[in-house]
Structure formats: structure tokens, C-alpha cells
């Protein structure tokens, strides 16, 4: 008699877990359809995801989809006068010429609401939580921090400081999207953070920059582009052109025709005007195959 109660009440959870995933699916694909129409805080979104989350609260798709809705509607954007040509790596949208005839370079700026942003940040760590191996949410959630930070990332370096050492202590864990991903490939977008932190060229997204390379290559020595990022940032962020050559041929000796080390070298040592290493590093450069 047990054993029979016992099969009926797994029964009736395997079915009320059926219908739950069904209702979930349901208000996931009328959220995408309004999504598809409106946008993230378009007319609807904020209903449905009432009723959503009134429904499963803990569900990562109603999280994910808060934390774009609440994102969208913290911020505006606005072009703003700078006295530089790039800003946070942009190029200008608009340049125009005061009367002396001088260039005034307009940058697209996003501005945030601080109330509207904590709580788009508070649901997108709910769906870390509830999903914590989905690389996709972890990069949302960064995004938007680079985005608020601006000139100052220290919670997004924060956040990737975790990614790495979550990553060093469970390695190939990882999906994206729903999709397991090796390695390599958490390599490559950690090396995109580097790109988007080195080309902010900020004091302090130069040394996000080094410190994302210094970790990840610790984690993946046989990877020699975060050794070239070494050498990049004190070749050309702190203008110390020996210790930058000391790091590029620590590449080298890993790979001697590591083409970025080489060409690094030849530019290097004739910046110190050491015309022989110069010719010699440009020689080693000229007996390469042809790029692919």
C-alpha cells in the first residue's frame, strides 16, 4: 500500500512539473513575441513579466528577462562635447568646427538611473544563482557593469575575477546559451575582455586589461596572447620598452615565430635605437611563411 501512495505522489509531481515547464514555455515565447515587437521595456513586457514571476519566481528566464527589462529602462543615452578624439575607445558620432575652426567631437554617452540599474543588477545575480554555469548571463551582467562603470570598472573587474577563478577551480563546466563550450573557447572571450578593456584606454582599464592577462595566462600558460598582452600593456600603456621586450621573449622562446613577438621586438628595439637586435628580430620576421 506504501509503495502504491508512494508511485501516485511521483505521479502527480512529474505531472505538475510537466505543466509548470509547459506555463513557463508558454510565457516565454509571448515575452520573446513582445520583445520582438517593443523591445525589452516595450508595451506589455512589464504585465507579463508581473504575471511571470507571480507564476515561478525563480524560473532564469523571468530573472534574465527583469534584468533587461529593468536595464533598458535605467538608461538614456545623450551626445556629449569631449575634448579628445576617442572616448571610451568610440570615435566620435558627430564632429563640428567653432569659430576658430577647431574640431568639437561628439560622443554617445549612456547616463543611468541608479534605482532602475540596482534593481536590473539585483535580478540578473538571482539568475546567476538559479543558473550559475551559463557563461551568457555572467557576460550580461559584466556588459552592463562596463556600460554603468565607465571610466572606472571595479565591480566588472570584480565580476571577471570571479569568472577566472570559478573557472580555475571547475574548469570546462561552462555552457553558453545552453551550449557546452571547451576551453579554448572561454579563453577567446576572456582575450575580448582584454580587447574592450585595452581599447577604453582608461588609467584603470589598462589595468584591468593587464590583471585579466596576468590571471589568464597563469590558468592557460600554453596560451600566448595574454603573454603578448604583457608585454603590449608595458610597451605601450607604462612606456617601458625593456621589461615589454623581456615579456615578448619569453614568447618567443615558448614559439619563436610567434609573429606578434617578433614584430613587438623589431619596434622596440628600435624605439631604444638598437639598430643590430632590430635587424636581426626583423630578419627572423621577413623568413616567416606568409600569414594566413
Not at 35 to 54: C, P, Q
Not at 203 to 231: C, T
Request: hydrophobic share 40%.
Amino acid at each position: 500500500m506504501k509503495k502504491t501512495l508512494f508511485i501516485a505522489a511521483a505521479l502527480l509531481a512529474f505531472t505538475f512539473a510537466a505543466a509548470q515547464d509547459d506555463r513557463n514555455e508558454d510565457f516565454a515565447t509571448r515575452y520573446n513575441r513582445l520583445v520582438a515587437v517593443g523591445g525589452y521595456d516595450g508595451v506589455g513586457i512589464e504585465t507579463l513579466l508581473d504575471k511571470w514571476e507571480d507564476y515561478d519566481k525563480y524560473n532564469p528566464q523571468m530573472l534574465e528577462a527583469r534584468f533587461n527589462y529593468y536595464l533598458k529602462k535605467s538608461f538614456h543615452s545623450q551626445a556629449v562635447h569631449k575634448n579628445q578624439a576617442k572616448y571610451l575607445g568610440q570615435k566620435p558620432i558627430m564632429t563640428l568646427k567653432d569659430s576658430t575652426g577647431r574640431d568639437l567631437n561628439y560622443f554617445e554617452e549612456l547616463f543611468f538611473d541608479d534605482e532602475l540599474f540596482g534593481k536590473a543588477t539585483t535580478y540578473i545575480e538571482k539568475a546567476i544563482k538559479a543558473n550559475p554555469n551559463e557563461l551568457a548571463l555572467r557576460f550580461d551582467y559584466i556588459g552592463a557593469l562596463i556600460s554603468y562603470e565607465k571610466e572606472s570598472p571595479d565591480i566588472a573587474r570584480e565580476k571577471i575575477l570571479e569568472l577566472i577563478a570559478d573557472n580555475g577551480r571547475l574548469p570546462g563546466k561552462w555552457t553558453y546559451e545552453g551550449n557546452v563550450i571547451d576551453a579554448e573557447t572561454f579563453a577567446s572571450l576572456m582575450q575580448e575582455y582584454c580587447r574592450i578593456f585595452f581599447n577604453q584606454g582608461t588609467p584603470k582599464s589598462y589595468e584591468v586589461f593587464l590583471v585579466i592577462s596576468e590571471k589568464m595566462f597563469a590558468q592557460y600558460p600554453g596560451n600566448l596572447d595574454f603573454l603578448n598582452n604583457q608585454g603590449a600593456y608595458w610597451a605601450s600603456v607604462n612606456s617601458n620598452p625593456r621589461k615589454a621586450i623581456k615579456i615578448f621573449e619569453k614568447v618567443l622562446k615558448k614559439n619563436p615565430d610567434n609573429r606578434t613577438a617578433l614584430t613587438n621586438c623589431v619596434l622596440l628595439y628600435r624605439k631604444l635605437d638598437d639598430r643590430k637586435k632590430a635587424g636581426a628580430y626583423q630578419i627572423r620576421l621577413a623568413n616567416l611563411p606568409a600569414a594566413q
